[in-house]
């Protein structure tokens, strides 16, 4: 399973203050060296963290792969197209959330988000859904011709008890299965941590996780690199 890491959070604390510490490009590099197999990021519409600075350096500066978590906007899916991510995800996006808050409504916004896959499939760009792991959700992802779903895992995540912890993950097991008899990539992410990041190794199918806020939060006392290097040691323990 690899591991990409999400580095919103290092711009969040940069944007704080109005300056330019710590530069989330410099995180970046150091989560590279470090091992991680993905850089996400987010560019939202309100630039709250990562801005358009941020994109274009990742792109010309990192080795692995990029992904850019996004909105179905004309203006980010213009910046997409020309930066070049290996892979935009598209998400939902409101602006009085701290963080995303569920997956993408494929049923509903269906005729946008094909278009907008059309668009960045001609850029060369493959596309991801960041989608809650229910069956008719993933179907529609592989009629609009997405290469990738990403299952948001914030209901496992936030889970109060064991019994809605485990029901949770049967959903998840069960959408990485179909997914995967569609032919489509999986990857997982949201609310994922050092604890509970440990029972996603029973599912063998999940390409890759997207994780950030936990390891962000771990690495202001341990570093950045320590802070990725145990991450990595729990996913292939």
Request: with cysteine.
């Amino acid at each position: 399973m690899k591991f990409s890491l999400n580095i919103d959070h290092f711009a969040t604390v940069r944007n704080s203050r109005g300056g330019m510490q710590p530069d989330p490009v410099t995180a970046a590099l150091i989560a590279e060296q470090a091992g991680v197999d993905g850089i996400v990021c987010h560019l939202r519409e309100d630039r709250r963290h990562i801005n358009e600075r941020d994109v274009r350096l990742l792109r010309e500066l990192i080795k692995t792969r990029l992904d850019l978590e996004m909105a179905a906007t004309d203006e980010i899916v213009k910046i997409a197209c020309d930066i070049g991510p290996e892979l935009a995800t598209l998400v939902p996006e409101k602006r009085q959330e701290l963080t995303t808050e569920g997956g993408l409504n494929v049923l509903d916004n269906i005729s946008r988000t094909k278009d907008t896959i059309e668009e960045l499939h001609e850029a060369e760009i493959e596309v991801s859904l960041f989608i809650e792991p229910e069956i008719e959700l993933i179907d529609a992802s592989a009629e609009i011709n997405s290469d990738f779903i990403e299952i948001h895992t914030g209901v496992f995540a936030n889970a109060l008890s064991e019994e809605e912890q485990f029901d949770e993950l049967e959903r998840i097991r069960a959408a990485v299965k179909h997914a995967k008899k569609l032919g489509m990539g999986v990857n997982a992410g949201h609310g994922l941590d050092y604890q509970n990041i440990k029972i996603f190794r029973e599912i063998p199918d999940i390409d890759e996780v997207s994780i950030g806020h936990s390891v962000i939060a771990h690495a202001m006392f341990v570093g950045i690199d320590r802070a990725v290097k145990e991450m990595m040691a729990l996913l292939n323990a």
